[in-house]
């Protein structure tokens, strides 16, 4: 779906679109960076309460919750979604969704050492799908497809980069709960934070750019799962078609990766709200509001496409920068104070 | 069909408080017992309202009303050329 709004949007130039997205997304990486140097041992639930007040913060982490879990929900209906369009159109949505979401409760219940060490090895086996299809695709590419440069200026190619910044890169706040809190040295998780960025950026290039290069940027546009559709192209010899089950496989883990991202957020900081001892109990319930919301939290593809598009972009430019940005600030307006009164009292 | 789904929603709910409810009492977790069961019976219900297709409210429609005015902005940001 990003692969088809951003070459909606910029036509041939997606490439450019997500080089500006990627640099514009560096200073927002780091408000998460310098958040998590500053309060090392704290997750982002407990920064907004330390922050900005018992009360204003409560309530922030609250808008944080429930778009974490709103989040995880809209997930599991892509998951529904994409599979009763791709294969069996039948099944009522509910039940693929309860897979998905049973699965991911299991996940939250293994806890997160477990999870993100299956990411990890999940990465490898995604990743060398990804670049073995990308590969594949190089016989078919046509530069043509990406030539005329910025041909209505550098307006469309601007509006482009903002599906990338919304959906790729803003997200990105909610590992905040997980990345100063769960790792021992901060310095090695600020580079880690920065290179993962990269990565997934340079992923995204590379995936966006082969799917307007094999099928040109209108036809993409237009299309629901570009990768998908550009990978039913490879037919090379008969051990190499069919390969789009490669692209379905890659899908369905990065979504799980990503909806146990957001729902460990939206759990964790529901647990330290109410300050319960163990938010492993909490998994259950939410689980059961997860799979009741998620066959109509989007009515259908349209609502979809206009909720994604319209209001979406606000709310994650809120939710990861606006909000990351005012506690940055006031983070660093307390710290020169203490430091202040602390070379004050030395001074005395 | 709806009293299959509501028996199991009921019954999920049952075996969720039987594995829970003691190991939450043993470590005598007041709060955790309020959050678990103030969460548990509000899926129940909006679950048991959902078969029965009583119009539940939906995440997505709030987040919708809070950036309502911000819409028109966003119509102009993203159209093309």
């Known amino acids: 779906m990003i692969p088809s709004r951003i070459a909606d949007l910029a036509g041939p130039d997606v490439w450019i679109s997500i080089l500006l997205g990627a640099v514009a997304g560096l200073p927002v990486i780091w408000i998460y960076a310098k958040l998590g140097e500053l309060n090392p041992d704290k997750t982002f639930a407990e920064i907004l309460r330390l922050y900005l007040g018992k009360w204003a913060g409560g309530l922030v982490a609250l808008f944080y919750i429930l778009s974490g879990l709103v989040l995880t929900t809209q997930i599991s209906w892509y998951m529904g979604d994409f599979v009763r369009n791709e294969f069996r159109s039948d099944l009522p949505i509910i039940r693929i969704n309860i897979f998905f979401v049973v699965l991911l409760a299991f996940a939250m219940w293994c806890g997160v050492e477990a999870m993100y060490r299956a990411t990890e090895l999940l990465y490898y086996i995604l990743f060398s799908f990804f670049i073995v299809t990308v590969l594949l695709l190089i016989p078919s590419f046509k530069p043509e497809y990406l030539l005329p440069i910025m041909e209505n200026g550098p307006v469309p190619v601007l509006k482009g980069s903002i599906p990338f910044i919304t959906d790729c890169v803003l997200p990105l706040v909610f590992l905040n709960m997980v990345y100063p809190v769960c790792l021992e040295n901060v310095q090695e998780a600020k580079k880690a934070l920065f290179k993962g960025y990269l990565i997934g950026a340079l992923t995204t290039l590379i995936a966006v750019t082969t799917c307007v290069l094999v099928m040109g940027s209108s036809l993409i546009a237009n299309v629901r799962s570009p990768m998908y559709t550009v990978n039913k192209e490879i037919s090379h010899l008969v051990v190499f078609s069919r390969i789009e089950a490669a692209t379905v496989a890659i899908s369905l883990g990065v979504s799980f990766i990503a909806a146990f991202s957001y729902a460990y957020a939206g759990v964790l900081a529901l647990a330290q709200l109410i300050k319960v001892k163990n938010y492993k109990y909490l998994i259950p319930p939410i689980g059961l509001l997860i799979i009741l919301y998620s066959p109509d939290i989007y009515y259908n593809t349209v609502h979809e496409i206009q909720w994604d598009s319209l209001t979406w972009p606000p709310l994650s430019f809120t939710l990861g920068f606006i909000i990351p940005g005012v506690v940055l600030t006031i983070a660093v307006i307390k710290k020169r104070k203490e430091n202040n009164q602390q070379s004050g009292n030395q001074a005395k | ?81």
Do not use: H, T
């Open chain 2, 1 to 81: 069909m709806a009293l299959i789904a509501i028996i199991c929603i009921l019954l999920f709910a049952a075996a969720d408080c039987i594995v829970e409810i003691p190991k939450m009492l043993r470590e005598k977790a007041r709060r955790d017992i309020l959050a678990f069961s103030l969460l548990l019976s509000l899926g129940v219900v909006l679950a048991i309202l959902k078969v029965l297709q009583f119009k539940i409210g939906n995440p997505s429609d709030f987040f919708a009303w809070i950036y309502s005015p911000l819409q028109g902005i966003m119509e102009i940001l993203l159209s093309k050329g």
